[in-house]
Structures are given as structure tokens and as C-alpha cells.
């Protein structure tokens, strides 16, 4: 699936990262690579970045960051960035590109094809919980500081809504299925994998209701799920803390077993999330 893979520079001398272009629904889309250099067999790691166009691209230290826990990290910059084909859809076709990117890495020589995990953050996070509900061999997802509910995005980022009513066609009340369609609150029982969720209480970006609507309704369908909430933190962690809570986390990934959470539980009412908005 990979149409090129060109040598980037690496601020790590033990990490390789390489600029990928690959297939992804019929488009030439780019993302960013990162591979421990020592030989063996790592855990993949789907690193999903948030924002749109310009805001929020991946950062090369950041993937570095995660490649140096031990992981081969694979980071879509999603389709019309970059130089890559098509237009940035803000997770309606777009997840596609996600998905691909996790079909590489389950063919990747380095990785164990079933020891992958899905993060994201903030737009990133209904982005890996899609990609969770997917494929349901996907190890663990973690959603730091994400988005679980795009009528809550509408409702709450008055700054947002002349982008979203472009990029997705109108608002939530003439569209709405257009908007539950990128909710994965609405699918989530169809989520096997552990779920972990990181979230500064001082979050303007991405409020944290999004976390504690992920989190509930997770409980109530009986997932694994554990939640990491920082009250005196927004959006973005101080250096110092976010390196520790990458060590942390990364730990976490390591101790779950695939298809933690298949046991069959059907989605409550309460979690439809209609009641609520």
C-alpha cells in the first residue's frame, strides 16, 4: 500500500522517520513514519493528529516521541495536506485515511500485527475511535484531550461552526445524520478494544464533557475504560507532565490484551446522547 517512503530527518540517533506517501480510497495521501532503528518486532502505534489543514499537523518530535517508548509509529496527515490528493473532510471520508494507515502498519516486517493501538488527539480522538469500532483487532485506543461528540464540537466552538457547516454541508439541525455519522458515541458498542482517555479539566479546545460523555457511556455498556483527568490543565500539558503521562500511557498500551472489551453488551438509551445536547 505504500507508494514511497523517503528518509526524514530524525532528531533521535536510535529512530528512523521517513515521509510516506500511500493509498487510502483511491488517493495519494502522506503521513509521517517512525521505526526504532534496533531489529525485532514492536507494538504499532496509529498516531492521529488533530485540527484541520494547518492547525494541529504532526509534529515530527512528538512521533519520535512515542517510536522511542518502543512502538512503530505510522502519522496520517490526512488527505489534501501535504501534497496529498483530495480534500481534508474533518472525520467524515477522511477516517479512511486512518484506516489505511492502520492496514499498513498491520503489514509492516516491524510490527506485530496484532499489537496495534489507536491514538488521538482532539479532533484525533473520534478519528481513533472510529478506526476502533473499524477493526475490531485494534489493541487499545487512547483519546487524549479528544473529541467524542461533533453536535458538542457545533454547540460549544462558536469559532468552528462556519468550517464545519463547509466542510460537512450545513449545521446539526438541518444535517443531523451528517453529524451522527462522525459521533462514535452512536457505534461504540461496537468498540472491542480498552479504552483510555487523558483530559485537562481547563480544557477550552475540546471540553471535557466530551471525556465524560465518552467515559459514561462506555461504563454503561460494560467497556474496559479508564479515565486520567488533570484539573489544572487545558488542552495542552506543561513539557515535564506530558512527558511523563507519554511514559505513562505507553505502559498502559503495552499491559492490554486484544479484544478487551468483547462481551456483548447492546448500547443503553442513555448513551445515544440525544437527550443530552
Given amino acids: 500500500m505504500i507508494v514511497k517512503k523517503t528518509p526524514y530527518p530524525s532528531p533521535s540517533p536510535h529512530i528512523n522517520v521517513f515521509t510516506v506517501t500511500y493509498f487510502s480510497d483511491g488517493l495519494k495521501v502522506k503521513g509521517l513514519m517512525a521505526e526504532p532503528k534496533a531489529e525485532g518486532q514492536y507494538d504499532g502505534f496509529l498516531y492521529l493528529r488533530g485540527g484541520i489543514k494547518n492547525v494541529g499537523q504532526v509534529r515530527v518530535g512528538r512521533i519520535v516521541q512515542f517510536a ?132 485537562g479539566e481547563q480544557d477550552k479546545n475540546v471540553s471535557i464533557e466530551h471525556s465524560y460523555r465518552l467515559e459514561k457511556c462506555a461504563k454503561e455498556m460494560g467497556k474496559k475504560v479508564e479515565a486520567w483527568y488533570y484539573s489544572e490543565y487545558t488542552h495542552y500539558f506543561p513539557p515535564q507532565e506530558n512527558r511523563g503521562i507519554v511514559a505513562r500511557l505507553t505502559r498502559w498500551m503495552k499491559e492490554q490484551r486484544e479484544n478487551g472489551n468483547r462481551e456483548g453488551f447492546s448500547r443503553p438509551e442513555t448513551c445515544s446522547g440525544k437527550g443530552e445536547r
Avoid at 98 to 127: C, N, P
Avoid at 138 to 155: A, H, K, N, P, R
Fill in 68 to 199: 522511542s517508548e518502543g512502538f512503530v509509529v505510522m502519522a496520517p496527515f490526512y488527505r489534501g495536506n501535504q501534497g496529498g490528493e483530495g480534500n481534508e473532510d474533518f472525520a467524515g471520508d477522511d477516517r479512511e485515511d486512518a484506516f489505511s494507515a492502520f492496514k499498513l502498519l498491520v503489514g509492516h516486517e516491524k510490527v506485530k500485527a496484532d499489537r496495534i493501538h489507536v491514538f488521538g488527539f482532539s479532533r484525533g480522538g473520534v478519528m481513533a475511535l472510529m478506526t476502533g469500532i473499524e477493526f475490531p483487532e485494534v489493541c487499545s485506543v487512547v483519546s487524549w484531550g479528544g473529541v467524542s461528540d461533533m453536535f458538542l464540537t457545533y454547540e460549544e466552538r462558536v469559532d468552528l461552526r462556519r468550517m464545519m457547516k463547509r466542510v460537512i454541508g450545513g449545521t446539526p439541525n438541518k444535517y443531523p445524520e451528517r453529524y451522527e455519522w462522525r459521533t462514535p458515541l452512536f457505534e461504540l458498542e461496537r468498540l472491542d478494544a480498552p479504552i483510555l482517555i487523558i483530559h
